[in-house]
């Protein structure tokens, strides 16, 4: 089944402890994106990779580092979280740069992060 | 820069009303257009899409037609269903490369509730 997993789903940790929310797709998908969904200011792009070694800010990227060493995984790292990272935050996938591309971009189903 | 304005929300219906939800754009070139739906504890997933003026994208009832003299995208059903109580997120690709997508940009989102 196609699809993009994320992981964990939900985490509660503490400021400053550092983690990895892990992203990974089966679609052999060139382009891999993270968001971050908080209420009233809907999606907003955190960093987006075009390929293997090759990543981008997008709109939110401070407090945020990513990495794309391999083409289906494409982890988020917060290397020390803070309280204004507490938010709802998704991976998305989608082919790149072809004529036969949909269009679609394929989201992970979220992971919930709660920084005390 | 690019960006998307949609109505806000919430918007709550009776089953089997008419709903529209608005979306206007503002961008440079001839970028492609979406309307994505957020099912309860689930990750986004493609509605419709159109990829040039006049297009009309539709699945699932739902009906949304590119107006580039409007700059708009709005979304129509013609009688919705509790099942279609969701959150819409407008969104266009900042680039166009020969069909393909590029970086996302959406809108904030509307929540839908669809009473019985």
Known sequence: EAQVTQNPRYLITVTGKKLTVTCSQNMNHEYMSWYRQDPGLGLRQIYYSMNVEVTDKGDVPEGYKVSRKEKRNFPLILESPSPNQTSLYFCASSLWGRASNTGELFFGEGSRLTVL | ?116
């Open chain 2, 1 to 116: 820069g690019n960006s998307v304005t949609q109505m806000e929300g919430p918007v709550t219906l009776s089953e089997e009303a008419f709903l529209t939800i608005n979306c206007t754009y503002t961008a440079t070139g001839y970028p492609s257009l979406f309307w994505y739906v957020q099912y309860p504890g689930e990750g986004l997933q493609l509605l419709l899409k159109a990829t040039k003026a006049d297009d009309k994208g539709s699945n699932k009832g739902f009906e949304a037609t590119y107006r580039k003299e409007t700059t708009s995208f709005h979304l129509e059903k013609g009688s919705v269903q509790v099942s279609d109580s969701a959150v819409y997120f407008c969104a266009l690709s900042d680039q166009n490369y020969g069909g393909s997508q590029g970086n996302l940009i959406f809108g904030k989102g509307t929540k839908l509730s669809v009473k019985p």
